[in-house]
């Protein structure tokens, strides 16, 4: 069977992946289609004509195709008006021109967190670390990260002039030539001399990659690294982490499940509606390059995504890699976008979910608390993480990662015990626990049963539900705090007070007299705060002198 292919959303400095496809314009059905828009035609029809001020005809037809889609409580299917359609285009298909650098998103200024192999970025000095102060002579500082993005966009052969600071504080003017970027979606475990490092345990033959998402490239991109594995007999066990991965092309995920099984269902597509005379698909294994002869772990979290998951649902199901962390994200619905008529935009929407080889929906709904989603660990596999120790580990891992001007000292990548406390990374070092069983022993160890991994799944929710409660209360707290500081200061200019400048209060005594001129209190203040906060709680009259 043919696989159709899916095409990936990539942007700058990052990947953002549906699982969509962009399809010719097609009819809606419309049986009974013109007599449902009856009361909405004669709704407008009186406003237009009669509403008491001259009505905004494109914002009414937008309000009625956001209240449509809302209608849906599907946040994969959204409307592309006319103006955006060219920007979505370009991000559907996968392909850029820029600097090549992954960017940290929440610095004040714009600091890279690496550059790209072979990028115009690279070849022009800038490394991890390195802070660009400006673009064009426009400063980076709190500027949004997409403005900033789409300063270093541009034609290929063009240059941008950014200033940039370096680790050791020195500063540089640098012209980079923009260039087509190539994203790559397979990595290793570490860098040495900016190649990536794909063994955990050169004597096992323990092999380590990661697929950040799947793209086109993504297949290949694995093969060609097994293939070099296999040639130089350093092939014994594989993990495959696929955490925080948040989806990709569907093509990539089937050929990558494909390259290890043999024989059997992959995954199937179908639509959950019951008037649907379709049968749905069924996409099945191909015998031919089948890596068969080694042992795989696949690495998941809350975070594993869509494509991820199928891959790591499909080599579960079909019993040909144990599947370790924690219970996946549960995003298993096909989108589409199609051509509305007229130029209208276009519409990406849910037209079918994916089931795996059990029969098990990949898709979590907002139905009952036990309700069964996404990928489950194996029995026995069951590693969570709280999302404190998910940071830590991502944070852990990055010097380690990154092109930089020193690399950290030779690693253990060996020793459970290391990955542990230098890579704060659990779900790895018990990964190497296993895969070294298998090899020395040629099966998996008797693994003790766990709780569901469905009751992890709701903690975990919960604890970023409360996470993100806690951080809006700060925030408003903070709010709060600053809105009573400017209503102080509001005040007392109307009173024709101004406060003084910080340096000027040092040492400075607050004092009170009543209209004898008796003076009934004195305050020492240390800081124009206090002194805003002093005269902010009392009532200030003003009084003729």
């Not at 959303?9 to 699982?19: M, Q, R, S």
């Not at 007999?233 to 499940?257: C, H, P, Y």
Request: charged share 30%; aromatic share 4%; with cysteine.
């Amino acid at each position: 069977m043919k696989i159709r292919q899916i095409i990936p959303i990539t942007v700058l400095l990052g990947i953002v992946i549906l699982l969509s496809t962009l399809v010719p314009r097609a009819t809606a059905t419309r049986s009974d289609g013109y007599r449902w828009f009856d009361p909405i035609v004669d709704i407008r029809g009186h406003i237009m004509d009669d509403y008491v001020e001259t009505p905004d005809h494109e914002a009414m037809q937008e309000a009625v195709i956001k209240a449509m889609i809302e209608s849906l409580d599907d946040p994969f299917t959204t409307y592309i008006a006319p103006e955006d359609q060219a920007e979505f285009s370009k991000e559907l298909s996968g392909n850029y021109v820029g600097i090549g650098a992954r960017i940290h998103s929440n610095r004040e200024w714009l600091t890279i967190l690496t550059p790209m192999e072979d990028s115009p970025a690279l070849n022009a000095g800038i490394l991890a670390g390195d802070v660009i102060l400006d673009i064009e002579g426009v400063s980076t500082q709190n500027r949004p990260v997409n403005d900033c993005i789409d300063d270093l966009l541009g034609e290929p052969g063009t240059t941008v002039n950014v200033r940039v600071r370096h680790a050791d504080d020195t500063e540089e003017d640098i012209t980079i030539t923009r260039a087509p970027i190539r994203t790559k979606s397979v990595f290793g475990v570490i860098r040495r001399n900016q190649e990536w490092q794909h063994l955990l345990d050169d004597d096992r033959g323990i092999a380590y990659i990661r697929i950040e998402s799947f793209t086109e490239r993504t297949s290949s991109e694995l093969q060609e690294i097994l293939e070099g594995l296999k040639s130089r007999d350093q092939l014994k066990g594989l993990v495959i982490d696929v955490r925080d991965n948040r989806g990709g092309a569907l093509t990539a995920a089937l050929e990558t499940s494909d390259m290890f099984i043999d024989d059997g269902t992959l995954l199937s597509i179908r639509s959950a509606r019951p008037d649907r005379k379709e049968q749905g698909r069924v996409f099945k294994a191909h015998r031919s390059g089948t890596l068969q002869d080694i042992p795989v772990i696949v690495l998941i979290n809350d975070g594993s995504a869509s494509a991820s998951e199928i891959v790591a649902g499909s080599l579960k199901d079909n019993e040909r890699a144990l599947v370790l962390g924690e219970r996946s994200f549960g995003k298993g619905s096909v989108q589409e976008v199609r051509e509305l008529d007229d130029d209208g935009g276009l519409l990406k929407f849910t037209t079918a979910y994916y089931y795996l080889p059990s029969g098990r929906s990949l898709h979590k709904t907002h139905g009952e608390v036990d309700e069964d989603w996404g990928v489950d660990p194996s029995d026995g596999c069951l590693v969570g993480e709280t999302l404190e120790q998910g940071i830590n580990r991502v944070e852990s891992r990055q010097p380690w990662t990154v092109i930089s001007r020193e690399e950290p000292l030779d690693p253990a990548l060996d020793d459970p015990a290391w990955l542990r406390e230098a890579l704060n990374d659990e779900a790895l070092a018990r990964s190497v626990e296993l895969l070294g069983h298998h090899v020395d022993n040629g099966t998996w160890p008797e693994l003790e049963a766990q709780e569901p991994p469905g009751e992890l799944a709701l903690r975990n929710d919960l604890e970023r539900a409360l996470t993100v409660r806690d951080r809006l209360e700060t925030e408003l707290v903070e709010l709060q705090n600053r809105i009573h500081e400017l209503e102080g200061i509001t005040e007392l200019a109307d009173h024709g007070i101004s406060l003084p400048e910080e340096g000027d209060i040092e040492n400075a005594v607050l004092v009170i007299r009543n209209k004898e001129g008796e003076v009934i209190g004195e305050w020492v203040i240390s800081s124009v705060n206090d002194l805003q906060r002093s005269l902010s709680s009392v009532e200030l009259t003003p009084i003729d002198r």
